[in-house]
């Protein structure tokens, strides 16, 4: 009975002598995932559901843990320990994820998350504007800063200031338009 024939050796790039057993090796892997590349992915299917890239990443970590038998006497893996390697596979990554809880995860990209909390570079410039309407504040004119205050901070109306100050309510409405622009005159110069 003749003698099965070594595979030819690959030949060796520049400066990396590669034994024919060294080719072997190789070989005893490529014809592995060759084998068994079809089996693989329909298991990983059946075991992970139907993303691709999630079956892709375990294809390729599986062949990543078939290379540890690169160096086995076997002249073919066999199919048990393959489809072995790629349970255990399945079987790391769905403990990864449990402790990881990715299937809790919920995607950010489908949401709007603007707050309606000021960013602090908003409350800087609102701190800034305050004080800048305080200074404006202290100098408009005194009767202008009077009905100012009391429309603004102590929540009178036109009328209520009217009566408590013995002036009319127009008078109030010039007093409150020129307090107005001498703070927005105010707060609009710093901006420049």
Not at 42 to 71: I, N, P, S
Not at 109 to 116: A, L, N, P
Not at 167 to 188: D, M
């Amino acid at each position: 009975m003749d003698e099965p024939e070594a595979p030819p050796a690959r030949p060796a790039s520049p400066g990396s002598p590669v034994s024919v057993e060294a080719t072997r090796l190789d070989d005893l892997v490529e014809r592995a995932i060759h084998r068994y590349d079809a089996a693989l992915r329909g298991f990983l299917r059946w075991k992970m559901g139907v993303e691709e890239d999630e079956v892709q990443d375990a294809l390729q970590e599986t062949y990543e843990h078939l290379l540890r038998y690169r160096q086995s006497e076997w002249d073919e893996l066999p199919r048990a320990l393959v489809m072995r390697i790629a349970a255990n596979v399945v079987i790391d990554r769905a403990r990864h994820r449990a402790s990881r809880h990715t299937h809790h995860h919920v995607s950010v990209d489908d949401f709007d998350f603007e707050s309606g909390e000021a960013t602090p570079e908003r409350r800087l410039l609102a701190q800034e504007d305050i004080a800048l309407v305080k200074d404006a504040i202290r100098d408009m004119p005194e009767r202008c800063q009077e009905v100012f205050v009391l429309s603004r901070i102590k929540g009178m109306n036109y009328q209520q200031i009217a009566g408590h100050l013995s002036i009319s309510v127009k008078a109030v409405e010039k007093h409150i338009s020129r307090a107005l622009a001498l703070c927005r005159q105010r707060v609009g110069e710093s901006r420049q």
